[in-house]
């Protein structure tokens, strides 16, 4: 595991968004992983400047996105469909045939969970996977109690989630369930890049970084793989022992 704390929020996007220019520079045809929600923006924000420089090229790279609310089409503003295609993939030349977010709209999700499975499996696995972290320590959708070997599956929404991202839809109305890659999904990740900022994350960084493996804090389960990277600013690298911080 390795651990750089940036001085701000800014600057941690900026370093993950070069990390991940790095992989695309020396293999342009890289399966990446890719999250949803404000803490990413930034970074995405970083990647277009670095395209419309010339700096990076995505034509050749392939995308599969953690996880996706039940319930939605793919046009509803709320989709993460919608919002990466808003926030990246219409600001790059990656084919969006390319692009792959779970089916929340397909009315068996358990179907859609086994057929993203495949999809990953047969995309040669995730080459560098991005994740951020949740104030309950969940990634991707993986509230605090999921198992540790759970693969891409329907989950319901901890009350905490599902308050976050009220800010996401325009009457506050956030769907209870979502399809998501599981931890053990995440885990088969060749790389592994995390990002946190803000002090609302310190708690739940220290926890993931410092505590006992547990499935109380799932992004603990990180602690497991042997290639991680977080990178985060001051005020979420605020909870960690003097040793990790400095």
């Keep these: 595991m390795r651990i750089e704390i940036a001085k701000t929020p800014q600057a941690a996007a900026e370093s993950i968004a070069a990390r991940i220019i790095k992989v695309l520079t020396e293999k342009p045809d890289a399966v990446l992983g890719l999250a ?22 995505f034509a050749q790279a392939m995308s599969f996105n953690l996880d996706e609310y039940c319930g939605l089409s793919p046009t509803h503003p709320g989709s993460y469909r ?9 600001h790059v030349d ?10 929340g709209a397909m009315a068996d999700p358990v179907l859609a969970a086994a057929d993203y499975e495949e999809r990953i499996a047969g995309a040669g696995g995730i080459d560098l ?24 599956r329907q989950v319901s929404l901890h009350p905490e989630t599902l308050k976050a991202n009220q800010g996401f839809f325009a ?12 931890i053990a999904t995440i885990l088969a990740a060749r790389s ?9 994350k310190s708690t739940a960084v220290s926890q993931a970084i410092e505590g006992p493996v547990s499935a109380e804090c799932p992004a603990s389960a ?11 600013d ?7 022992s003097r040793a990790k911080a400095s």
């Design 36 to 57: 949803t929600g404000a803490t990413m923006e930034p970074v995405y924000q970083a990647l277009i400047a670095a395209h419309r420089r010339g700096e990076v090229s």
């Design 82 to 90: 919608a919002t990466m295609n808003r926030l990246l993939f219409d």
């Design 94 to 103: 990656i084919d969006h045939s390319r692009t792959f977010v779970p089916d």
């Design 129 to 152: 996977q991005l994740l951020g972290i949740g104030r309950n320590g969940h990634i991707g959708f993986n509230e605090p109690g999921s198992a540790f070997d759970s693969h891409t």
């Design 171 to 182: 009457d506050g109305s956030v769907p209870h369930h979502a399809i998501t890659m599981g």
């Design 192 to 200: 592994i890049l995390v990002l946190a900022t803000g002090g609302a």
């Design 222 to 232: 990180l602690q497991q793989h042997g290639d991680v990277c977080w990178v985060m």
């Design 234 to 240: 001051t005020a979420a690298a605020g909870g960690l």
